[in-house]
T-cell receptor, first 115, second 111 residues
Framework: DAGVIQSPRHEVTEMGQEVTLRCKPISGHDYLFWYRQTMMRGLELLIY????????DSGMPEDRFSAKMPNASFSTLKIQPSEPRDSAVYFC?????????????FGSGTQLSVL | QKEVEQDPGPLSVPEGAIVSLNCTYS??????FMWYRQYSRKGPELLMYTYSSGNKEDGRFTAQVDKSSKYISLFIRDSQPSDSATYLCAMIDNYGQNFVFGPGTRLSVLP
């Protein structure tokens, strides 16, 4: 398996622009997570899905952030409009909640810079 | 008080040293405990996974969980420069409703 695939690897944009991050989870995994990582705050959970349904979005910082999972093999995280404080590394992770499946598999992340 | 505390480091050790990394937590509902390793510019990767209290060994790595003290440890024996990374502890409760990461400890193993 190729693992969790994220795109793009790097994104540089100007304040006010729309940013879309993409994720393909591991096939067969029924949970998908979006995390944000910064030096100051570490890894923060933004939102997670189970069987394509958003379960907990309490970590989404504000209405500028939205996430979708139209099918089991694809998810997007959108920021509109983007702000410099959104600059961070955004990770997607997936897992399978089989017994003992409480293990997250992470993608390589998207480094976002908002100028 | 944060839910999971971890010394951020950086921690520098010579090659071959025994490394001890630790986390403390406050939520007694946590049942599954993990250590993730994160190399620079990469996503975290699962290193060790334990359920409840006890020890687990995998090669040079040993994970310990002491639920009575709410304290978990990761030991690395015969540390190598390739072990240089950030190590994050993580834990989840029995219902899978609360998955929490520690802030991470940055480790450098010097040749």
């Amino acid at each position: 398996d190729a693992g969790v695939i994220q795109s793009p690897r790097h994104e540089v944009t100007e304040m006010g622009q729309e940013v879309t991050l993409r994720c393909k989870p591991i096939s067969g995994h029924d949970y998908l997570f979006w995390y944000r990582q910064t030096m100051m705050r570490g890894l923060e959970l933004l939102i997670y899905f189970n069987n394509n349904v958003p379960i907990d979005d309490s970590g989404m910082p504000e209405d500028r952030f939205s996430a979708k999972m139209p099918n089991a093999s694809f998810s997007t995280l959108k920021i509109q409009p983007s702000e410099p404080r959104d600059s961070a590394v955004y990770f997607c992770a997936s897992s399978s909640r089989q017994p003992g499946g409480e293990k997250l598999f992470f993608g390589s992340g998207t480094q976002l810079s908002v100028l | 008080q944060k839910e999971v505390e971890q010394d951020p480091g950086p921690l520098s050790v010579p090659e071959g040293a025994i490394v001890s990394l630790n986390c403390t937590y406050s939520n007694s509902a946590f049942q599954y405990f993990m250590w993730y390793r994160q190399y620079s510019r990469k996503g975290p990767e699962l290193l060790m996974y334990t359920y409840s209290s006890g020890n687990k060994e995998d090669g040079r790595f040993t994970a310990q969980v002491d639920k009575s003290s709410k304290y978990i440890s990761l030991f690395i024996r015969d540390s190598q420069p390739s072990d240089s990374a950030t190590y994050l502890c993580a834990m989840i409760d029995n219902y899978g409703q609360n998955f929490v990461f520690g802030p991470g400890t940055r480790l450098s193993v010097l040749p």
